[in-house]
């Protein structure tokens, strides 16, 4: 970019006048950085400030017993001890295992099937697109306000079928056999829009050719879907994963508007725990310790989910 | 004839299916316009008789919610211009300018993406804390004024953008703040788009960074807004269900005006993040 300019000015000249030349191109490149930090600036500032900053911030903090509000005192791995025997900890690590088992697949099955019987030509297929997905633009916060309303054990809707189908009432939300279950349904409802899109989107880049000659030599439907379209849709496949897995570690909003963790602790996800230790009971430190824990389990999940896609490349090459 | 036979078949599958995504909406708008007597029964009615804004008379008249939307509206209004405006001016120079340190600081912004909330959300209160903003508008804004993904979406967006026209332009003596605003952005409406609906989309449905930064309720945004008023009006389900109403309505809005925008912006996100 900055030879541009000086390249200009390299005709045969006299010494003089090229170095006045040299030294024209090195103010310039002195002004081009300063005009490069100015535009970062603020990024960096934000970005750097409120996130490299906080994470050695927060590994401090997890060595240390802090309420956040007196000083706190170096304890060394003690919080990583008392969370190994926690077993409110242990109950929250086991939830979020068990919504996340249960949200990722059923997430991206379901996306898949419905990405699918959605992707063809037909009349109204514009309008059952925009509803399915117009769940997603929805916060949890109104999902979980709207779905406590349906499922209320006494007054919901829900029920109100149930009943006139001649099923019992049920506890739903306030059952601790059902409420995580109901959960991973509500975040199913609102998330399985993303999944139709990002793949309805890629089912566009299958080669047509591809599938076409597949036909051609005798492969049916199924076969199709199965030898063409799928290893086609692998790499969105491992996006979406990821994404998913994420989304579902970190599970908050929806759990904080409906249920606060409970009944009995059915509900409590790390996050929540995690919020809870560090604003509800002021025991900071601890908060962060168990952050910590899980930062490192999406860290292993990422770095196992590379490690496969890496493979996979690898495998693919091998046989090609 | 087997062929239009075999579309039917579709729309059996699929009309059902979409409409039963659409059903707890559906059933969100009509809540909110039943009288107190048709909800809080049970079985509940299923189909309001005649329209009845009681519960939007409520939620207008005596509680907070004008105040809580106009709070939720000027944080997303002003995520959304500063995250275009310092989005634009990092992705540039991360694009097309050289300078030492350029890479490193990239790859610690690429790296911050990857880093949970709870993992920062402690240091972050204690640090706007430090600022003196707990409890105001402005610890909501501050953490959201750019966002890593926003600078990197303009970075990609630019490097995909012709040379030539900025060569020529800088040559001539702008600025390259000049070039930025008057050649490349009104290159870059598809970028200006997704960060927008974006950003838009993030700090109109923020849950868990108010419900930390925040205590008082005047400063409450629609969402932290509704979560309470719901625990403290349980029984007043329709004024609960109106405020649920306004509290989607905004998003639901632009989704419908900008849907192929707001699908391009997931999906290209989506499939290159």
């Known amino acids: ?320 | 004839m087997t062929a239009r036979r075999s579309t039917l078949g579709w729309h059996l599958l699929l009309a059902p299916l979409a409409l039963a995504f659409a059903l707890p909406l559906v059933w969100l708008v009509l809540s909110s316009v039943m009288s107190d007597a048709e909800i809080n029964r049970f079985p509940p009615a299923l189909w309001p008789h005649g329209i009845h804004l009681g519960g939007y008379r409520y939620v207008f008249g005596n509680a907070m919610f004008p105040r809580w939307f106009l709070n939720s509206l000027i944080v997303s209004t002003v995520a959304v211009v500063s995250n275009l405006l310092f989005g634009a001016l990092g992705g540039y120079a991360f694009a097309r300018m050289r300078f030492g340190g350029s890479r490193l600081m990239l790859g610690l912004m690429l790296a911050t993406m990857v880093v949970p909330f709870q993992l920062t959300m402690i240091p972050t209160f204690l640090v706007m804390k430090w600022l003196g903003l707990i409890d105001t508008l402005g610890a909501l804004i501050v953490p959201s004024l750019v966002t890593p993904f926003a600078v990197f979406l303009f970075r990609q967006f630019f490097l995909s953008l012709p040379r030539e026209m900025e060569e020529a332009a800088w040559i001539d003596g702008c600025s390259r703040l000049r070039v930025l605003f008057s050649i490349v952005l009104p290159l870059a409406r598809p970028a200006l788009a997704t960060v927008a609906v974006l950003t838009f989309l993030t700090a109109w449905n923020d849950l868990s960074w108010p419900l930390i930064a925040i205590n008082h309720d005047t400063q409450y945004t629609l969402q932290l807004g509704l979560t309470t008023f719901q625990g403290q009006h349980h029984t007043k389900w329709s004024a609960v269900m109106a405020g649920n109403v306004i509290t989607v309505l905004p998003v639901l809005v632009a989704f419908l005006l900008a849907q192929k925008t707001f699908i391009q912006s997931l999906t290209s996100s989506g499939i290159k993040g």
């Open chain 1, 1 to 320: 970019m900055s030879s541009i300019p000086r390249a200009l000015t390299l005709a045969p000249q006299a010494p003089a006048v090229q170095a006045s030349a040299r030294r024209a191109a090195r103010r310039r490149a002195r002004r081009e950085r300063a005009t490069a930090w100015a535009f970062i600036g603020p990024s960096v500032l934000v970005i750097l400030g409120l996130s490299i900053v906080p994470v050695i911030w927060s590994l401090l903090l997890s060595f240390r017993a802090d309420d956040l509000v007196t000083p706190g005192r170096w304890v060394g791995l003690d919080n990583y001890r008392a969370l190994a025997q926690d077993p409110n900890f242990r109950t929250a690590v086991g939830n979020t295992l068990l919504y996340t088992a249960l949200y990722v697949p059923l997430s991206l099955v379901g996306g898949l099937a419905l990405a699918l019987a959605l992707n063809r030509r037909i009349r109204f297929i514009g309008i059952y697109r925009t509803l399915v997905f117009i769940p997603f633009v929805v916060s949890a916060t109104a999902q979980g306000v709207l779905f406590s309303f349906i499922l209320d054990p006494d007054f919901g809707v829900a029920n109100a079928l149930l009943h006139h189908l001649g099923v019992a009432k049920q506890g739903f939300l306030s059952d601790p056999n059902q409420a995580l279950y109901l959960l991973v349904l509500i975040s199913l409802w609102n998330s399985i829009g993303f999944c139709v899109v990002v793949y309805l989107a890629a089912l566009q880049d299958v080669p047509p050719e591809l599938v076409e000659s597949a036909r051609l030599d005798g492969a049916n439907r199924r076969q199709i879907l199965r030898h063409v379209t799928l290893p086609a849709l692998t790499p969105v496949t491992v996006f979406l994963v990821l994404w998913q897995i994420i989304t579902a570690l970190q599970v908050f909003d929806l759990i904080y508007v409906t249920t606060k963790g409970g009944p009995l602790d059915s509900t409590t996800v790390v996050v929540y725990f995690v919020w809870q230790q560090a604003f509800q009971l002021f025991t900071a430190g601890y908060g962060a310790a168990s952050a910590y824990v899980l930062a490192v389990a999406l860290l292993v999940a990422g770095g196992a989910l590379h490690l496969v896609r890496r493979r996979q490349g690898r495998t693919e090459g091998a046989t090609r």
